[in-house]
T-cell receptor, first 115, second 111 residues
Framework: NAGVTQTPKFRVLKTGQSMTLLCAQD?????MYWYRQDPGMGLRLIHY???????AKGEVPDGYNVSRLKKQNFLLGLESAAPSQTSVYFC??????????????FGPGTRLTVL | QQPVQSPQAVILREGEDAVINCSSS?????VHWYRQKHGEAPVFLMI?????EQKGHEKISASFNEKKQQSSLYLTASQLSYSGTYFC????????????FGKGTKLSVIP
């Protein structure tokens, strides 16, 4: 099992460019999440999905879009990148809701710099 | 609302003990503890659910005080490998989809 994988690992964009981050999990998890991590801020939820074909907004959704066309994949898109989106992005997945004994498993992260 | 972790940072010598606290202004149903080493993904340590049960994982244990809406992570006889940033993530109900994470506590263990 590869667990949760993210592509790419690093990326540098210019302001206004677009890109898509790919998250894939092979654990047959129903729930998937995108977080951003900034120094001193902890992890903040961008968007999440409770199943194939569904998405919902998290704490900081502005400037991002997501899609979950297949159960194993969760895509995060930046349509017009801004320097404020410079961050480390983590994808996570879980089998069930976090109110149970289940938890979230994180991918290795994507370090994005917007110039 | 983001849970508050304290202290923000702590330096220990090998063998010393530490306590990291996670407090919330909201009623909590679950608290999830993670450790993150520099440049790596957060790694799950343990979950505590409403009920106040204390859990243990080798020399790392945690408790959940429902009345205070607070969880504490206890690290005993610290080892160099314990160094990293510890995060608590809180869920507010059995039906929660989301975890809200604290800003983290940076733990440094020195020889």
């Amino acid at each position: 099992n590869a667990g949760v994988t993210q592509t790419p690992k690093f990326r540098v964009l210019k302001t206004g460019q677009s890109m898509t981050l790919l998250c894939a999990q092979d654990m047959n998890h129903e729930y998937m999440y995108w977080y951003r991590q900034d120094p001193g801020m902890g992890l903040r939820l961008i968007h999440y999905s409770v199943g194939e074909g569904t998405t919902a907004k998290g704490e900081v959704p502005d400037g991002y879009n997501v899609s979950r066309l297949k159960k194993q994949n969760f895509l995060l898109g930046l349509e017009s990148a801004a320097p404020s989106q410079t961050s480390v992005y983590f994808c996570a997945s879980s089998y069930s809701k976090v109110g149970t004994t289940d938890t979230q498993y994180f991918g290795p992260g994507t370090r994005l710099t917007v110039l | 609302q983001q849970p508050v972790q304290s202290p923000q940072a702590v330096i220990l010598r090998e063998g010393e003990d530490a306590v990291i606290n996670c407090s919330s202004s909201k009623a909590l149903y679950s608290v999830h503890w993670y450790r993150q080493k520099h440049g790596e993904a957060p790694v799950f340590l343990m979950i505590l659910l409403k009920g106040g049960e204390q859990k243990g994982h080798e020399k790392i244990s945690a408790s959940f005080n429902e009345k205070k809406q607070q969880s504490s992570l206890y690290l005993t006889a610290s080892q160099l490998s314990y160094s990293g940033t510890y995060f608590c993530g809180t869920g507010t109900g059995a039906g929660s989809y989301q975890l809200t994470f604290g800003k983290g506590t940076k733990l440094s263990v020195i020889p």
